[in-house]
């Protein structure tokens, strides 16, 4: 049976985690680790092997565990990929927050948007990770079924609110801040998997290039 404090889809917080002393309960933190080097394996043997259906042998090996544990931990491979898919998710959402709030003006956090979800096109180890889940999205996405699309759209709202308070700093004057983060998100994720999926070389240049399109495409 897998073990619920633990498990990559349940999603508990951190108030049930820890104890009334403020720490990690022995066992729960020993299971957290489990989980994080399984995760951090199967993400290394899908990049390795470019596959989203790595053996559980394989990552019980490259994390230095055993069968018994990942089933103790994920009911099934599927349910451990949903694990996969879900932190890749939360951390690239974690990650543009942090450069959004690196910059004052709106236009240039929207810049930013476009150019930090194009960097996984760029950066050969960030392709490793991206092109398996890019190339069998379709089965991955059925996994984790709406909890994806509520993943996606905290992606779009950093994007929308960006426009929006472009809008109301006066930086731009007939965005429409639904439609248009929308229509930036498509292209730009449309441009990043079209890219990764062809295998194609991508610099810093041709990101550019979309972020200055996009960017034009706010000024109508």
């Known amino acids: 049976m897998s073990n619920p404090a633990v498990r990559g889809d349940r999603g508990v917080s951190a108030q049930i985690l820890y104890s009334a002393s403020g720490q990690l309960e022995p066992e729960v933190a020993a299971g957290l680790d489990e989980v994080q080097r399984m995760i951090a394996a199967g993400i290394a043997e899908m990049a390795q092997k470019e596959t989203v259906d790595p053996r559980v042998s394989d990552i019980v090996r490259r994390a230095g565990l055993s069968n018994k544990t ?19 998710l939360t951390l690239q959402s974690e990650r543009l927050q942090r450069c959004l709030a690196t910059e004052d003006r709106a236009l240039d956090r929207v810049r930013i948007w476009v150019r930090e979800v194009l960097a996984l096109a760029v950066h050969p180890e960030l392709v490793a990770i991206t092109r398996p889940l890019v190339v069998h999205q379709a089965r991955l996405f059925s996994i984790l079924g709406t909890e994806f699309w509520k993943s996606v759209d905290t992606l779009k709202t950093q994007l929308r609110d960006a426009i929006a308070e472009a809008v109301c700093a006066g930086e731009l004057k007939q965005a429409d801040p639904v439609a248009d983060a929308d229509a930036i998100f498509h292209l730009t994720t449309g ?25 034009r495409g706010l000024h109508r």
């Open 70 to 88: 990942f089933y103790r931990h994920f009911g099934s491979k599927d349910e451990f990929l949903g694990a996969v898919l879900r932190q890749t």
């Open 191 to 215: 441009w990043l998997h079209a890219r990764i999926v062809e295998n194609l070389a991508t610099t810093e240049k041709d990101v550019e290039q979309i972020v200055d399109f996009a960017v």
